[in-house]
């Protein structure tokens, strides 16, 4: 018997047996951010008008801002999740690859984070601005 | 990648005839893909300009709603419509249906024809509204 961790292993190409929960994550994910996408659509579609007052008043009721930052979480962990799907068939050099997904994943977190705290000042901010 | 260069290629793109299943399928990469950056971007922009104030919103909208910069807006629109129906399609074949030969080129060209019409039909909305 063996003492040695199988190379397959430990260059990290075997199984990692998580295929399936991320298979799944990615559907969970993507059905969220459609729903959450055409309520957005239609929201901003019913509104008199998209102007500084009319948008922000309306991001200060629970029921825009929580699904509005629902939406984010859910948009952001989708893009980034299908930014990786398509680095990971493209890049073929491991080094351009490991660069790419981790930028691409940063990046992702930061745009999210900005768009959270920009609804959260909005929805907590001082009214009629 | 490591890659013997006088080994033979298998054919691949550069030999199979172009079906309507290929180009749906590129298009949810590409249209994926351009969301992410430009249709994100745009979103993110917007949210941070109503944070920061009226005038940061009255610069932001000065430029979503530059005719000549309507091919944005327009083309997201397209975009995301595309995305989305043959983001459907994908749950139908992943639930196993629709491998069918037929079928399958069928909603293929629907994917692409229901996103052109979505995109009218929501514009020709926006064009009725903002009309006086």
């Known amino acids: 018997m ?3 961790t199988p190379l397959a292993e430990v260059r990290g190409t075997g199984s990692a047996r998580e295929g399936a929960r991320h298979w799944g994550e990615e559907r969970l994910v993507s059905a969220a951010t459609l729903a959450l996408l055409v309520w957005l659509a239609v929201s901003l579609l019913r509104l008199p008008a998209l102007d500084y007052v009319t948008v922000t008043h309306w991001l200060k009721a629970p029921f825009a801002a929580v699904p509005m930052l629902l939406l984010i979480v859910a948009l952001f962990r989708h893009l980034q999740m299908g ?3 398509v680095i990971e068939d493209y890049a073929h050099d491991e080094g351009n690859r490991l660069l790419l997904i981790a930028l691409v994943s940063l990046a ?3 745009a999210g984070a900005l768009a959270l705290f920009a609804v959260l000042k909005i929805a907590f901010g001082p009214s009629g601005g | 990648m490591h890659r013997n260069p006088s080994r033979p290629m298998a054919p691949h793109l550069t030999i199979w005839k172009w079906g309507p299943h290929m180009l749906v399928s590129i298009l949810h990469r590409v249209t994926g893909t351009g969301l992410a950056i430009v249709g994100a971007g745009v979103f993110v922009w917007w949210l941070v300009a109503a944070a920061s104030g009226a005038e940061a919103y009255a610069t932001f909208v000065s430029w979503a709603t530059w005719k000549w910069a309507l091919i944005v807006p327009i083309g997201l629109t397209w975009a995301a419509c595309q995305h989305i129906l043959s983001g459907l399609r994908h749950f ?3 639930a196993g249906a629709g491998y069918e ?3 399958n080129r069928f909603w ?4 692409m024809v229901g996103a052109v019409l979505l995109t009218l039909l929501i514009w020709a909305y926006i064009y009725w509204r903002v009309t006086p």
């Open chain 1, 2 to 4: 063996s003492t040695q």
């Open chain 1, 83 to 85: 930014l990786l799907q």
């Open chain 1, 108 to 110: 992702a977190v930061f």
């Open chain 2, 92 to 94: 139908v074949m992943d």
């Open chain 2, 101 to 103: 030969l037929q079928a």
């Open chain 2, 108 to 111: 293929a060209w629907m994917t």
